[in-house]
């Protein structure tokens, strides 16, 4: 396909536009990229009319997925509560492989990029795995992480409305405060259901043993 021809009325009226994005992946920063788009002067019509963009959003978030494996497996690193260690132990992800993740050596597979993302953002389903994935309990180490991320943001709250009469509070902390505070019935029903008796604070402890 001839690049100075528009593929829609046929016209030699094409002029070619740079517009810079911004791809993100979660974990990942940022990275700005230059897609192009063409116009065709006589019929009106723009686009990406020979797909030159898809490479390179491919190469770009190619880029972004291994430096978001990297800042992910940094963080493990940095929070002493996920260690490789556990991981090799109890879902069979070998240290050597994540080692390698990290320093680039060798390209992670789709699935475990997925599964490094999962164990950032609920570092506790390592417990669930530890705890041979037995329903129960991981329903008593997932309440627990609820309430008590519940309670982080009950006392962010409390605390910020103790500073808006000295203060206007106005960082994006303080939306999120607002945001994930269930209602006060939703958080007294779970307390009261059976199960969650039984969870809080008996992680390791199976309730049909
Ligand atoms: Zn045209």
């Given amino acids: 396909m001839r690049k100075n021809i528009c593929p829609v009325c046929g016209e030699k009226s094409l002029s070619k536009h740079f517009e810079k994005q911004i791809l993100k992946e979660p974990f990942g920063r940022g990275k700005e990229i230059e897609i192009v788009e063409y116009r065709c002067n006589a019929c009106?019509?723009?686009?990406?009319?020979?797909?030159?963009?898809?490479?390179?959003?491919?190469e770009a978030l190619s880029i972004l997925k291994a430096q978001s494996v990297k800042n992910i497996l940094n963080d493990f690193s940095n929070d002493k509560k996920i260690q490789l260690?556990?991981?090799e132990r109890v879902l069979s992800l070998p240290q050597r492989t994540l080692t390698k993740w990290k320093n680039g050596a060798v390209k992670p597979s789709a699935a475990g990029v997925a599964l490094l993302k999962i164990i950032g953002l609920f570092?506790?389903?390592?417990?669930?795995?530890?705890?041979?994935?037995?329903?129960?309990?991981?329903?008593?180490?997932?309440?627990?992480s609820a309430v008590e991320t519940f309670m982080t943001y009950r006392i962010q709250e409390r605390s910020t409305q103790a500073n808006?009469?000295?203060?206007?509070?106005?960082?994006?902390?303080?939306?999120?405060?607002?945001v994930y505070s269930p209602p006060e019935p939703f958080i007294d029903s779970i307390l009261s259901s059976q199960r969650v008796e039984y969870g809080i604070g008996q992680n390791n402890i199976s309730p049909t043993a």
């Fill in 44 to 58: 009106g019509s723009s686009g990406d009319f020979f797909h030159e963009n898809d490479i390179l959003i491919e």
């Fill in 123 to 144: 570092p506790w389903i390592l417990e669930v795995a530890e705890n041979k994935f037995n329903y129960d309990i991981a329903q008593s180490i997932f309440i627990e």
């Fill in 164 to 178: 808006e009469a000295s203060s206007m509070p106005s960082t994006q902390t303080d939306a999120l405060t607002v």
């Fill in 85 to 87: 260690s556990a991981i």
